[in-house]
């Protein structure tokens, strides 16, 4: 049985956090998954401990906690690869990661040969919906530190 693209982004942003988790004993607040035809982007929000945070107050502490977050992701992309390959059944070719650390925000892009761009914009106060042709799903952590899907997700049931 052939999988909706808002399943597809729905398991793949329960696994991104999970690694997140994995990786760094720290669950991001949310995750958003954008799925289009080559790329896939997953954006986990409030990623970073409270020390990082910390951290990231300084010039060279900030380049630390970013260095620190490359490292960790190039020493787990193989096994996100992987999964990304079960899920949505295509490889992976390419995968990249970035850290805000001045917002928290981490950002991986996993694409088939194609030059992603990400812009990282305010938070939307409207009710405005992704175009037809991107599907996005988002996570968040709930007040238990258990993860539940967002309100669009809600919404779509």
């Known amino acids: 049985m052939k999988q909706s693209a808002t399943e597809i982004s729905k398991q793949v942003a329960l ?6 988790r994995r990786r760094t004993g720290h669950a991001p607040q949310s995750v958003t998954v954008v799925l289009s035809e080559d790329t896939l982007v997953i954006t986990l929000l409030e990623a970073l401990t409270p020390a ?8 060279q502490g900030a380049a630390q ?5 490359r490292q960790l992701f190039a020493s787990s ?5 992987q999964e990304i390959t079960r899920i949505t ?7 990249a990661t970035e850290v805000e650390t001045a917002t928290g925000i981490v950002v991986h892009a996993f694409t088939t040969g194609a030059m992603v ?8 106060t409207s009710s405005d919906q992704p175009p037809d042709n991107v599907e996005e ?6 007040d238990d530190d258990g993860l539940h899907l967002g309100p669009e997700a809600d919404a779509q049931k």
């Open 15 to 20: 696994i991104a956090s999970d690694f997140q």
């Open 52 to 59: 990082e945070k910390a951290l990231s107050q300084t010039p």
């Open 65 to 69: 906690v970013q260095d620190f977050h």
């Open 77 to 81: 992309v193989e096994e996100m690869r």
């Open 89 to 95: 059944g295509r490889q992976v070719r390419e995968a």
């Open 117 to 124: 761009q990400v812009f990282l914009l305010t938070p939307n």
């Open 137 to 142: 799903i988002q996570i968040e952590r709930a």
